[in-house]
């Protein structure tokens, strides 16, 4: 080894040391706990807003409508850019577990646990860059947009095989939550959580919250599937949709007003995981 790639290379373990010292550091903790608390924000707007729409009002069920009624709300914006910075934080937190830890496992555990921390970074970067958009004053629509990309993927067969994957993708992620609610999955992420009455309730809260999503990225995945199949992009709309969608099933207002109860409880229980998520 040259004395030029010696050098690179320890430069390079250095800048590495320094990142995860960085990324490890208890301030740093705390910023991205935030993220947690700002995820549990935008779904309980999203819940409020689902079930006044059961209620006959209107609104905007999905990202974009909690957004919107974020950045008009008093000091909203500071909220918004409170929220870009927390999932940003929580994202590169994440990113760092992938790169640093778990070095002592097996093979196949590690990568395991590095999916799953992958796969939570990408999710919790979307919704960093969601914020990032409204904190810079952009505006959007979150069923707009994923009707204009479905009708682009709809029109050629490869596109069209990877929707459907994207609806079966959502559909497991939907079966998932919603197994995570009814069996109590998510109690092995959390730690410190107090006896008692509190601690009955914030389970409870999580039982709700993860079943009610579960419940509503179901409903998403499935619309994904048959707009594909009937090759129409409008029924290929966002959370919205999906959600209005229930609401003209039989029975649908009772449905949606307790799926938007359910978002709510996601909201809060995700607000209060931020004290007890393991990191």
């Given at each position: ?55 006959g009002?209107?609104?905007?069920a ?55 921390a ?48 994207v ?46 999503k ?19 992009p409008?029924?290929s709309?966002?959370?919205?949709g ?22 709510i409880?996601?909201g ?12």
């Amino acid at each position: 080894m040259g004395k030029k790639t010696r050098q690179a290379k320890q430069a390079a373990d250095t800048t590495g040391n320094a990142a995860e010292t960085a990324v490890g550091s208890k301030s740093f903790e705390v910023v991205a706990r935030a993220g947690y608390v700002a995820t549990g924000l935008l779904h309980l707007i999203i819940g409020v807003i689902a079930f006044r729409v059961a209620l006959g009002k209107s609104g905007e069920a999905n990202q974009s409508g909690a957004m919107s009624q974020l950045a008009s709300t008093p000091g909203g914006i500071f909220l918004i850019w409170a929220g870009f910075l927390g999932c940003a934080a929580l994202a590169l937190f994440l990113i760092a577990q992938v790169i640093f830890d778990w070095k002592g496992l097996e093979t196949k555990k590690r990568l395991k646990k590095q999916l799953i921390a992958g796969s939570k970074a990408v999710v919790f970067a979307a919704i960093a860059v969601t914020f990032s958009v409204y904190a810079f004053g952009g505006t959007g629509n979150s069923d707009q947009t994923a009707r204009s990309a479905s009708s682009v993927l709809m029109s050629s067969t490869a596109g069209s095989v990877l929707l459907v994957g994207v609806g079966i993708g959502v559909l497991i992620a939907g079966g998932y939550h919603l197994f995570s609610g009814i069996a109590k999955r998510f109690e092995v992420n959390l730690e410190g959580v107090p006896r008692g009455t509190a601690g009955t309730a914030i389970i409870w809260l999580g039982r709700v919250g993860y079943s009610a999503k579960g419940a509503a990225l179901m409903i998403l995945g499935l619309l994904i599937v048959i707009a594909t199949i009937k090759q129409n992009p409008e029924q290929s709309s966002g959370l919205d949709g999906a959600l209005k969608s229930l609401r003209d099933q039989p029975f649908g207002l009772w449905l949606l007003a307790a799926v938007g109860i359910g978002l709510i409880c996601y909201g809060l229980f995700s607000a209060v995981r931020s004290r007890y998520q393991k990191m």
